[in-house]
């Protein structure tokens, strides 16, 4: 087994790396928090040998030495460094990022760059990772593994768009799953797998990649597996992609054959027949689209200054200027386009109600979602100015959110360009790197209908890789370098192009389908067509390409149709002769837009040599015809011989000899003429040429700039995420204790609450709420009348809706079936922006609260009585001597009713005035201490007489240490010293 396994790796090595060549495969692998543990793990199981390179980019403490490169070394069989600048990158080893730096690979030679972002702001992964998919296209590997964040996603992009491979940690493995759920949410990965098996994934997958030319048998197979696979698209999406380029189909096949690890097309046919799935995830991998708000500012510079205004100049008051962007994946450059228009409208012509409707189309349903939505993440901060942002979008939780007077000029919709109808009456169309992926053929019926949508004068702007091909005479140049083309004036006739048969049309207007009357023929009508058909030279009709567009006259001797291929182009039906002279003629006619005229030129027909005159007229007038060619063949009558006489005869054939070869001297002085004329235009055209290309070489560079500030941007965007991210952890980690220590703290009171919305449905409850209600998880969410109870409180929902309405709280004492008894208080729920969202009902259990209250009552009934019915006098008074209980006895005693000195003072009402004030100081001393004592004082008794009495004194103290005291008359003496 161990054999096999070796043998299995050697040939790996051997598919997976070109050393010679230097093609062999990078992987790159980001990690950051946890990530020293899984990349232990993955180059534990790398093999010596395995064809390729490893860059190992980790977020590291900028202040300490890096240590990383001697714990790989312990677990790697591989030779393992610390990359330093300018260290070319060989197979079979590992670098290691240093601290304090930011890494990328060029010509793959490694380079250092020192961080200009601030700490925790830096995306090293991203930075590495994109210039890994620059530097080695589809030989690039992209690792992520443990960390938190979201850095690696950008330049997962990057080497998808590269078709590279992209490898991520399991989650569920990982210590932090952060950054491997962004980039498995990104739907760009290739392979998920534990970080000891990404390696074999590795392997296996470039072991599936082809190796040199198939055979003639194998080709044939693979071809009709190919058109299945075609078949099976077309079935299961509805999209046709015969006409895409075989190569780029095959290279996605490719992909997904290698990921499930299937070595043969046919058995990937197969495979698709019985995983429907399979198909749509392949359909999304042919629909990757690369797109970003105002995409190559030169061309969007241009339409605002130029190619806009003059358009808006055109249009009528209050009319609609109507564009087409198909392709438009995501919506950037749709949402672009409208930004631009409403900039450009308020520029120059606010006030002519002039709007802008925006078909904007993809044959790819969920991008189409997308786009509608109109919701973008912060990265777009770096594609689109602060002062845009401001003004067209509106800042969410989730990101930017397309303002709605931009999203009401764009409609989105699923639309096939190949299979559907096109949309007519257009005055802008943007196709940008669509064609690209299309072969010749589909690319020219795509460029006829784009031509048969647009309205004259209609422009027409495609990607920087993209030409107009065999279809140049349809669009005339406004600006070749950034690909802008306006509608020619070329009268195409719709009947001859290659619509779709589902929305093909008879056209209306100058081409109807219908028999043209026959004229009536007079006299001059027969006359004139005598005279062109006898007398008039035959004549060409032909484009600036020398396409013939008509033919007049008996052209039979001058033009013959070309061996092979059907081709009506003047170059290739001329008899040979005077192709060369005619060439040079036809090109100083269309550069320099005049006559030029080719004098008794001679060449081979069916009946032997004749001579000709050509002219070449350029067309000015009518309009219809500029800028065609008009050419003329007029034959030339040699002059009849005349017999020699014999004497002289040697003379005059050696002077017809001199005057033929002057002749040819002469043309032949001619042509070296012509030939340095167009050497000089050439020359002046290079010149030109090169200018050009300096002038674009500086706008590369500048945007070269403009992509590095905005990648720089991008990074900076995504470390404040990452930053904004871990404060939001926290906060959700302290909204979790905060909500843990309510939780507790409402459990530790024993006061049963119960949280209610406006609608009275139970939001959340105490544990001890579940003892008045038959609770249970399931019943958060609804209405808690619906609720069985304990209480014997039938207007608990009337009270609960009168407290919502008024807002003022209510509290009741309730009693439950079980003789339980509840304070109930019911007050509204105020958030913090002083909200009333609902209801807060608490139940504090009172049961033993009411048994002791009912026994306090007892009692005092009982003492009342007792009181009552002693025939001693009984007073009690309190620490102020205020009469507190006032038996029948003492209302016999001093006349007095019960009610009407209750609560008043004893010195005042009973104690004579001259003494008052000794009896006050002893009553005093007497209540600061507790016990019994005796007192002897005068008092006023019933008819007004004072007594002296004799008085027993019981001092009592409660919690508060306040004194009452309780006074009986002893005895009674009537006094006489008055």
Excluded at 318 to 329: E, F, H, K, M, V
Excluded at 674 to 682: D, G, L, W
């Amino acid at each position: 087994m161990k054999e096999k396994k070796t043998k299995e790796t050697n040939n790996s090595m051997d598919k997976a790396s070109d050393i010679k060549s230097g093609k062999f495969p990078i992987v790159g692998i980001g990690a950051s928090a946890g990530g020293l543990e899984a990349l232990e793990q993955f180059l534990k199981n790398v093999p010596e040998k395995s064809g390729m390179a490893y860059v190992v980019v980790q977020h590291l403490d900028p202040t300490q030495k890096g240590m990383l490169p001697e714990l790989l070394q312990r677990i790697s069989g591989m030779q393992v460094f610390q990359a330093e600048d300018l260290m070319p990158v060989e197979p079979d080893r590992v670098y290691v990022i240093p601290p304090n730096k930011n890494i990328s690979i060029f010509k793959r030679v490694l380079h250092l760059f020192e961080p200009v972002e601030n700490r925790g702001l830096r995306l090293p992964v991203d930075f590495f990772l994109r210039s890994l998919a620059d530097d080695c296209k589809e030989n690039a590997v992209g690792i992520i593994l443990s960390g938190m964040g979201s850095d690696g996603c950008i330049g997962i992009r990057a080497i998808k768009e590269n078709n590279g491979v992209v490898l991520v940690q399991k989650p569920e493995t990982a210590k932090f799953d952060s950054m491997p759920r962004h980039a498995i949410d990104s739907g760009l990965v290739d392979i998920i797998a534990p970080p000891e098996k990404l390696v074999r994934e590795i392997i296996h997958f470039l072991n599936q990649i082809p190796e040199g030319k198939p055979t003639r048998h194998t080709a044939i197979k693979d071809h009709s597996a190919f058109e299945k696979i075609i078949i099976l698209l077309r079935t299961q999406t509805g999209n046709d992609f015969s006409l895409y380029k075989k190569n780029t189909i095959y290279r996605r096949i490719e992909r997904r054959m290698s990921i499930h690890k299937i070595d043969k097309i046919v058995s990937y046919v197969h495979f698709l027949q019985e995983n429907p799935k399979e198909i749509h995830i392949l359909f999304k991998e042919l629909m990757i689209g690369v797109t970003k708000f105002f995409r190559d500012t030169p061309v969007w510079k241009h339409l605002q200054e130029k190619a806009f205004p003059a358009l808006i100049d055109q249009m009528k008051p209050n009319s609609q200027l109507r564009a087409w962007i198909p392709g438009c994946s995501t919506g950037e450059e749709a949402y672009s386009l409208a930004i631009l228009f409403k900039e450009v409208l308020e520029k120059t012509n606010p006030h002519a109600g002039i709007s802008l409707q925006i078909f904007a189309t993809d044959i790819d349903s969920d991008a189409v979602d997308t786009a509608r939505k109109g919701l973008f993440t912060d990265r777009i901060s770096s594609d689109v100015s602060p002062k845009r942002l401001n003004r067209f979008f509106t800042k969410t939780e989730e990101g930017y959110r397309i303002s709605t007077e931009i999203r009401e000029m764009v409609v989105f919709a699923q639309h096939n360009i190949i299979m559907h109808p096109p949309f007519t009456n257009i005055h802008f169309i943007s196709c940008r790197n669509l064609l690209i992926y299309m072969d010749s053929e589909l690319q020219k019926k795509l460029l006829g209908l784009f031509y048969y949508s647009l309205n004259k004068e209609g422009l027409l702007l495609l990607g920087t890789s993209e030409t107009l091909g065999t279809q140049n005479h349809l669009f005339r140049p406004v600006d070749s370098s950034l690909k802008i083309f306006k509608r020619s004036g070329t009268n195409l006739n719709p009947l001859l192009m290659d619509f779709s048969s589902s929305f093909a049309r008879p056209a209306t207007g100058y081409f109807e389908d219908t028999k043209p009357e026959r004229p009536v023929m007079n006299i001059q009508t027969h006359a004139d067509q005598l005279l062109l058909s006898q007398f008039a030279p035959a004549g060409v009709l032909v484009n600036d390409n020398g396409d013939i567009l008509y033919i007049s006259g008996r052209t039979g001797k001058y033009l013959e149709p070309a061996v092979g291929k059907a081709n009506l182009n003047i170059f290739a039906m001329l008899r040979p002769g005077f192709q060369n002279d005619f060439v040079m003629a036809f090109r100083k006619a269309v550069m320099k837009k005049e006559a030029v005229a080719l004098h008794h030129v001679k060449t081979s027909t069916n009946e032997g040599l004749i001579t000709l005159n050509v002219t070449i007229h350029w067309i000015q007038k009518p309009e219809l015809l500029y800028g065609k060619l008009m050419i003329i063949f007029s034959e030339v009558a040699l002059p009849a011989e005349i017999a020699p006489q014999k004497k002289k005869v040697n003379e005059k054939a050696a002077s017809a000899r001199e005057k033929e070869l002057e002749q040819e001297l002469q043309h032949t002085r001619e042509q070296m003429q012509n030939i340095m004329e167009e050497m000089q235009t050439s020359q002046e055209e290079l010149k030109s040429t090169n200018e050009e290309l300096q002038s674009t070489n500086e706008e590369l560079q500048s945007t070269n700039e403009e992509l590095m500030t905005s990648k720089e941007e991008m990074q900076s965007l995504n470390e404040e995420l990452q930053t904004v991210n871990a404060e939001l952890m926290a906060k959700v980690e302290d909204y979790s204790r905060v909500n843990n220590d309510m939780k507790n703290l409402l459990n530790s009171t024993d006061i049963a609450t119960l949280f209610l919305d406006k609608e009275l449905n139970i939001r959340r409850y105490t544990n001890q709420t579940t003892k008045i209600f038959k609770l249970i998880k399931s019943d958060i969410g609804r209405p808690f009348t619906d609720q069985v109870s304990q209480l014997i409180y039938p207007n608990l929902a009337e009270d609960a809706q009168e407290v919502l309405r008024t807002l003022i709280y209510v509290e009741k004492q309730i009693p439950t079936k079980d003789g339980r008894w509840f304070s109930i208080r019911i007050m509204p729920y105020r958030t913090l922006d002083d909200r009333i969202d609902g209801l807060v009902i608490t139940f504090i259990d009172i049961s033993e609260l009411k048994l002791v209250e009912e026994k306090l009552l007892t009692m005092n009934q009982e003492n009342q009585l007792l009181i009552d019915t002693s025939s001693s006098v009984i007073l009690k008074l309190s620490a102020d001597c205020k009469i507190l209980e006032f038996n029948s006895a003492a209302e016999t005693f001093f006349n007095t009713k019960r009610e009407k000195v209750k609560g008043h003072s004893f010195l005042e009402q009973f104690i004579p005035e001259n003494s008052r004030q000794k009896t006050e100081k002893k009553l005093a001393d007497l209540l600061a201490k507790p016990g019994s004592n005796n007192l002897q004082v005068r008092v006023i008794a019933a008819g007004k007489k004072e007594v002296d009495a004799v008085c027993s004194m019981n001092v009592l103290f409660n919690r508060s240490e306040l004194s009452s005291a309780i006074i009986t008359i002893t005895q009674k003496q009537e006094s006489y010293d008055k």
